[in-house]
């Protein structure tokens, strides 16, 4: 009897523990120690300007009627709003470049919105003083794809925000998301760069890649090894039956 009972255990015990995943792969920062200065600020480079980026830049000065017609019109109501874009914004041209009104052709490929205004304020300089330029990146967004709750294209309200608000912003991964395995695709002047991050690592705070970039592209890709909709192999569902009828038969014949 006493034999029966631990071959009951036993089956029970691997019946429980064949669907279920290890803690150490669903904890996001595994381990990590308390009071971790990251310095993935500090080793992520500036995002760098590059054609179809929509530039906003407001010019003022102490006296508004000088700069005012350096200014594009701003419409009435919500400025940023898909309609008024191309009414106060300047898109980068395939060459690089922006035509501004009174300034000329401006190359900003290639810089930081800091340069841009920098080259800008030293042009007005030349016939106006005491002004100030201030350069906005327009529409800001990184896109989650894969295991997500809300996969989708998502705003960055900051000009600068973490792989772990993205995947929050998109709802978190779901039960299918490989924490250990998410891509994060990147256009640089050299081409698209690829990065392999794995969530569960408490060293992902001090990756350059921590800090994610406008226009980034993050997917989760599907983990392997637990049963669902998406991750189920073809026969799956048979095999499954087939295990379970052959356990039940088992546990009666145990019991007997």
Request: glycine fraction near 12%; hydrophobic fraction near 35%; aromatic fraction near 6%.
């Given at each position: 009897m006493t034999?029966?009972?631990?071959?009951l255990l036993m089956i029970i015990f691997i019946v429980g523990t064949s669907c279920s995943v290890p803690v150490s792969e669903l904890t996001y920062l595994g381990g990590v120690k308390a009071g971790l200065t990251g310095a993935g600020r500090e080793n992520t480079e500036a995002y760098l300007i590059r054609p179809h980026d929509l530039l906003y830049i407001r010019i003022s000065g102490e006296d508004p009627q000088t700069t005012e017609f350096l200014n594009l019109t701003e419409s009435s109501g919500n400025m940023f709003s898909a309609?008024?874009?191309?009414?106060?914004?300047?898109?980068v041209d395939d060459s690089g470049e922006i035509n501004y009104?009174?300034?000329?052709?401006?190359?900003?490929?290639?810089l930081t919105v800091d340069q841009v205004a920098t080259e800008i304020q030293s042009r007005i300089n030349r016939f106006i003083e005491g002004t100030s330029v201030f350069v906005k990146l327009v529409?800001?967004?990184?896109?989650?794809?894969?295991?997500?709750?809300?996969?989708?294209?998502?705003?960055?309200?900051?000009?600068r925000i973490t792989l772990l608000e993205a995947l929050g912003a998109a709802g978190d991964l779901t039960d299918f998301g490989n924490r250990r395995n998410v891509k994060i695709l990147r256009e640089t002047r050299d081409g698209t760069v690829v990065a392999y991050l794995d969530l569960t690592d408490p060293g992902l705070v001090?990756?350059?890649w921590y800090y994610l970039q406008p226009h980034d592209i993050i997917y989760v890709e599907p983990i392997a090894g637990i049963y669902g909709k998406k991750t189920r192999p073809?026969?799956?569902?048979?095999?499954?039956a087939l295990t379970s009828m052959y356990t039940l038969l088992l546990l009666i014949t145990l019991l007997k």
């Open positions: 034999r029966k009972y631990l071959q309609g008024n874009l191309d009414l106060i914004t300047y898109e009104s009174h300034l000329g052709r401006i190359r900003v490929e290639g529409e800001r967004n990184v896109t989650v794809l894969g295991e997500v709750a809300n996969p989708g294209r998502h705003p960055m309200l900051r000009s001090t990756s350059p073809f026969g799956a569902g048979m095999t499954l």
